[in-house]
């Protein structure tokens, strides 16, 4: 009876010792958000400006700023005026002039901000790809366990691209088209036939951003054997196994970047790449480009950036139970839907991936 009373003591005293924590966070108001990636390929651009929201917020949706009034400044003190096309988002229809240098001024409810000076960069170009085969592992949670690393096998595509004078950092983006054919029966003139559905839909890559610049401590500006996009060899994890691989159509977006910004996208991914185990870097505020001249203590989130862009596609094809690997340089000229099935024709895209435009 003793023993028991002395476990009732010492469960009272564990209960009367355990209180709930709550962190005095320091209440920040909400920030700026400026959203402005200029494409100086294209003379239509958009920029968003929008609020952050405090730590404990209940409200997870960024309220649009309207009645701003934005403009694009170059080094000769040429004005271009965006103009608001729906809340919060705003829009300039005008050419940017690669000789020109440029920066971006809001003037906000009293409040004067700009950003850091961009150039425009060169049109940026890949040299040559290539793919080979490769197992692509990634690690999940904290604890480094057996059970947190995943190992796939599949294929990977590099890219090697010569230093352009001025440009040497780039950002790549990708759209993959897996293709695939099924079948169905049907009658024609009185006889059975099994006729082809040709098939395709579109995937997007996660994660942190595929950046790319000159190796560190080096004279030489090239950039060899970046990896551009992972395929697995798990294609049928994707499409039924009841069907016909037939390959992806990988189209890359590359941009090419001032320094500044890819060195903002460089901090963003060690980040978004932080999963707690030892030696990660440690959460801070990724600073941009772009300050409060009124009040130079405020943060203002986001980041001003002038990128210039290229497309290319590439026609990928392995197999699963044997080694031959197909990387083709195709033509870019066909409009591809995200998805869709066509009976019995291929669409008119279908046949590019037996051109080769080198």
Known sequence: MRRFVIIILMLVAI??????????????????????????????????????????????????????EISLIDDQNNSQAFYESG????????????DRTYYLHIELDGEVYESGVQAVPETPTIDSAYADYDTNITVSGSSNSKEDIKE????????????????????????????????YDTVVDGREETRPIYSWRSLYPNGIFNIAG???YSTNKSITGHPLEFFTMNYYGIVS???????????????GLNEDTYKYY?????????????????????????????????????????????????????????????????PKNFTIPLRGEIKDEKPDFWDSIYMNIE
């Open 15 to 68: 209960v009367a010792c355990e209180q709930i924590y709550h962190p005095d966070l320091e209440e920040v108001g909400d920030k700026l958000v400026v959203e402005a990636a200029i494409n100086a390929e294209q003379s239509l651009n958009t920029i968003k400006l929008y609020r952050s929201h405090n730590f404990n917020a209940e409200n997870k949706t960024y309220p649009p700023v309207s009645g701003a």
């Open 87 to 98: 809340v919060g988002v705003y829009q300039l229809n005008f050419q940017l002039n690669k």
């Open 152 to 183: 796939d096998d599949g294929v990977r595509v590099y890219g090697d691209i010569q230093n352009q004078g001025k440009l040497n950092h780039y950002r790549f983006y990708a759209r993959k088209v897996i293709l695939y054919v099924n079948h």
């Open 214 to 216: 000159p190796p560190e």
């Open 241 to 255: 196994d009841t069907v016909l691989f037939s390959g992806w159509i990988y189209i890359v977006d590359q941009y």
């Open 266 to 330: 460089k901090d963003l991914n060690s980040q978004l790449d932080a999963a707690g185990r030892i030696f990660d870097p440690v959460y801070i505020q990724v600073n941009g480009n772009i300050k409060n001249l009124t009040t130079p203590d405020d943060v203002v989130l986001g980041n001003f950036e002038i990128s210039s862009y290229a497309e290319n596609r590439y026609y990928v094809m392995y197999y699963r139970n044997f080694d031959k690997l197909t990387l083709r340089h195709i």
